[in-house]
């Protein structure tokens, strides 16, 4: 399985200068084929009738081998991606204003944009803690990074791949894509941890356990405030800060969502069950919601939750299915009888029928529990007649 671990580079002024100049010549480059390949191709450019048009342009720039194909590559596969939004619809109907512009220019690449490097220009001393990799000054050799001992571990331990250098808000960092074998999986799992996500309580398990409750929501709350008057004041200074509280935002975000992720699977892991996640394809479509409840509903990754909780589970072994959750909020965990009166508050289900008496979110997340455990079994019983 593959993985992205980012280091820390920290390289000395005369290094950081040279890596600037590389990072800024590789993206002219790029912007430059990215207009050749839509004058000659629209977005339908490919990587190798690339290559006849623009490698050697690339070469005589001062550009290496390595560096100029991998400028054309990531042209050809920004172009594939924006292919891709197209198809699914993502920029609009045919005839929209986004579509439109996305299609009639071509694809630009900031100064500070990622650049890919290989091990045929990039190289890792781990004892040392330093890198070598190319620029257009040379080559550059003990460039010293920084990480945690986890990811030093996993970078030695496993092979590596392409990487990207990258600049942000001043600072250098690689993302070294790493080949992580996967442990085998748990085939007969003892049942499944099923998993409940809301706005209340972000994430609640079927044995109870509630994780990001009140105390992130408030946290929520005061960033929504502050972005409130932020983007009231509009200021060029309050824009900048509005851009950098994003990127905090989004990375708080995105710690929470490993946090919870980890637990989760830590615990199917030592019971030795699986995980039951709800399949929330489409739903900023199909609910409706007031106002209020739509910036809660939509500000919180959730798809990335169920992400996290993949990948880490393929990496524990642990089985993980994604079940349809329609009425399970309604649906009593231990009779199974639906009603929407079930629901006298937000936090309380009392079941009409048989009187059972549980946390709201407890309830809906066993009821997710049997419903993994039917799909597991769907899964594995053959449809097949028995030949006679």
Excluded at 151 to 161: E, F, I, V, Y
Excluded at 179 to 202: Q, R, T, Y
């Amino acid at each position: 399985m593959k993985l992205v671990v980012q280091v820390k580079l920290r390289p000395s002024p005369e290094q950081a200068a040279a890596l600037g100049a590389t990072l800024h010549a590789c993206n002219r480059a790029a912007n430059l084929v990215s207009e050749i390949a839509h004058a000659r191709y629209g977005l339908k450019a490919r990587n190798h009738a690339m290559r006849k048009h623009v490698y050697d342009g690339l070469r005589a720039d001062g550009l290496g081998s390595q560096a100029a194909q991998h400028v054309i590559k990531k042209v050809c596969d920004a172009y594939t991606t924006l292919r891709g939004s197209i198809r699914a619809g993502n920029l609009g109907r045919v005839d929209s204003k986004r579509r439109v512009k996305a299609e009639s220019k071509p694809i630009a690449f900031r100064d500070d944009a990622a650049q890919p490097f290989d091990q045929r220009n990039l190289s890792f001393a781990l004892d040392a803690g330093t890198i070598s990799i190319w620029t257009l000054s040379g080559r550059l050799k003990d460039v010293p990074f920084a990480c945690s001992p986890a990811q030093l571990k996993t970078l030695a331990d496993n092979p590596r791949g392409e990487s990207d250098l990258f600049r942000r808000d001043g600072v250098w960092f690689l993302a070294v894509t790493v080949d992580v074998p996967e442990a085998p999986l748990n085939e007969n799992p003892s049942g499944f941890l099923g998993v409940d996500l809301g706005i209340v309580n972000i994430a609640t398990t079927s044995d109870g356990q509630c994780s990001a409750g009140r105390g992130l929501n408030r946290h929520r709350r005061q960033q929504a405030e502050l972005r409130r008057k932020l983007q009231a004041k509009g200021t060029k200074s309050a824009k900048r800060l509005l851009k950098k509280r994003a990127r905090k935002e989004a990375r708080f975000a995105a710690d929470q969502n490993h946090c919870i992720a980890k637990t989760i699977v830590e615990t199917a892991e030592r019971t030795g069950r699986g995980i039951a996640l709800e399949d929330l394809t489409g739903i900023r479509d199909r609910v409706r919601l007031r106002k209020g409840q739509r910036v809660q509903l939509h500000s919180w990754g959730f798809r990335q939750l169920g992400q996290y909780v993949g990948y880490k589970a393929r990496l524990a072994g642990v089985p993980v299915v994604f079940v349809d959750p329609a009425y399970s909020s309604q649906e009593c965990s231990g009779c199974h009888y639906v009603d929407r009166a079930n629901r006298p508050n937000q936090a309380t289900f009392a079941c009409r029928a048989c009187g059972l008496l549980l946390h709201a979110d407890v309830n809906a997340s066993r009821n997710l529990a049997h419903r993994g455990e039917r799909a597991w079994a769907a899964g594995r019983t053959s449809c097949v007649p028995a030949v006679t």
